[in-house]
């Protein structure tokens, strides 16, 4: 979504990275990675709707 905010030339852009790993950089993208755990449940919703 980020990505795509950017090639619509909006600006003030600000990523959250609550995944695993590095956080992903991109350019003219703030990235912010979480230091918190998913929320109850997350997991189980995204396995339902992508596998």
Known sequence: MAVT???HE???ITF???GEGETPE???ITSI???KSY???TKE???KHIG
């Open 5 to 7: 905010a950017r090639e």
């Open 10 to 12: 909006l600006d003030n």
């Open 26 to 28: 991109e350019k003219n």
């Open 45 to 47: 919703l995204l396995e």
């Open 16 to 18: 959250h990275w609550v």
């Open 39 to 41: 929320s109850e449940g």
């Open 33 to 35: 990675s979480s230091k």
